[in-house]
């Protein structure tokens, strides 16, 4: 290594050079020696996957999808629009609409994702199966690529499961949760307990015992499962429990999600022992029957 000097007007400054290193290796230099490094054993990044995800303006758990997909898969999120409406029906449909999931699928094609999921319960399901069938036709022909939506990926995962009667928890207000049960109800699927929050914003907010708390109060019926609705709506950590709780599966609407969108590319979602993703989990004792649970108000908002 031979030093020399760097002459600049009013500045003098020593500078070391180096041949560099010898053809074939990589080096990197470690500040706390001053020396080179052989990194060729790295190899370089792994070849990654890519999940497309089209996300509601307000989705704030961009972590917890993250927490369910494998190591060499990368999500890419877009989101919708901002439009000044609190959460409700007419949200879900603005979030919805062909034109926005065109411009959002089009911004995602640059990334050349293999799958396009489309992150918004309410938003899949306003428009009932054929509304959802919509969707994913007009995300495919913008982007040639498969796609998905939650509440499409929610039918996918009762399926798998073979539930026909489910237990619902929901942050939504009456009138969103009512859209939901019919949209269950066009897939033959009868709902025999719910419980809901009445909130139109913020739901990322909802602490786990919450959720806890209405999933308690929403298995009444005899339910084959529990589904707990809202991509904004945490649940990850709290699935295992309740489902060594209830005894029965539980399945939330980022889980199915990312369940879907991972399956379509052949891979498994990770995480928790939990029966969606782990069929060992599946085998569990059947619950006592409770009592049946009284029918949804019509025009109340908040807790049921």
Known sequence: MSPFLSRRPGKRR?????????????HSLDPSLGLLMDVSFLGGPHPQR?????APFDFALDRELWRWVPDEVSLHLTRTPFVPVEV?????????????????????????????????????????????????????????IPSV?????????????????????????????????????EAGITVTGRAYMGLTRHIWKVPYRAVVDMARDAVRGAADALFISCTNLPTYDVIPQLEAELRIPVISAN?????????????RAVGPYQAL??????????????????ALPEEQEGWA
């Not at 020593?14 to 990589?26: D, N």
């Open 255 to 267: 889980q199915v999600t990312m369940w879907a969108a991972l399956r379509h590319l052949g891979t």
């Open 149 to 185: 939506t939650t509440s499409g990926a929610l039918l996918e995962a009762l399926a798998e499961l073979d539930v026909r009667r489910i237990a619902l928890v929901t942050p939504y207000t009456v009138s969103v949760t009512q859209s939901l049960e019919e949209y269950l109800a």
């Open 277 to 294: 993703t782990d069929e060992s989990a599946r085998q569990r004792p059947v619950p006592p029957v409770p009592p049946e649970a009284p």
């Open 50 to 54: 890519g999940v497309g995800v089209v």
């Open 14 to 26: 020593l500078c070391l050079v180096s041949p560099g290193p010898p053809a074939g290796l990589h």
């Open 88 to 144: 409700s029906l007419d949200l879900a449909r603005l979030v919805s609409e062909h034109e926005t999931l065109g411009d959002a699928v089009r911004a995602l094609n640059a990334v050349a994702p293999e799958i396009v999921a489309y992150a918004c319960t309410s938003g899949s399901f306003v428009g009932g199966i054929p509304g959802e069938r919509a969707m994913c036709e007009a995300m495919t022909r913008a982007g040639a």
